[in-house]
Nanobody
Framework: QVQLVESGGGLVQPGGSLRLSCAAS????????MSWYRQAPGKQRELVAR????????YSADSVKGRFTIFSDNAKNTLTLQMNRLKPEDTGRYYC?????????WGRGTQVTVSS
């Protein structure tokens, strides 16, 4: 059974940092395209960052470049999103996604709230 479980969200002040983790089971992170998405209240879910099975990394939103870092730990079979210098507009629910031929899986998400 494929399962993705996100953790690490919370309430943080502007300028602060959070580290989100996605623990995967039933799939292998290193052979999947792994992504972080987020959905702000009243908005569509958007891609934040992606790392593919070749290790190529892309950040979808210019607003997160230089502040967010995506990386995977193949030994632990986890995906991480390090978020620095957080802004109120980063508020939303963050979801982990794993994709390959035969599966397209989502976690339940973890809430990130950036507010003073």
């Amino acid at each position: 059974q494929v399962q993705l479980v996100e953790s690490g969200g919370g309430l943080v002040q502007p300028g602060g940092s959070l580290r989100l983790s996605c623990a995967a089971s039933g799939i292998t992170v290193s052979t999947s395209t792994m992504s972080w998405y987020r959905q702000a209240p009243g908005k569509q879910r958007e891609l934040v960052a992606r790392i593919d099975s070749a290790g190529s990394i892309s950040y979808s939103a210019d607003s997160v470049k230089g502040r967010f870092t995506i990386f995977s730990d193949n030994a632990k079979n986890t995906l991480t999103l390090q978020m620095n210098r957080l802004k109120p507009e980063d508020t939303g629910r963050y979801y982990c996604n794993a994709y390959n031929l035969g599966y397209d899986c989502w976690g339940r998400g973890t809430q990130v709230t950036v507010s003073s």
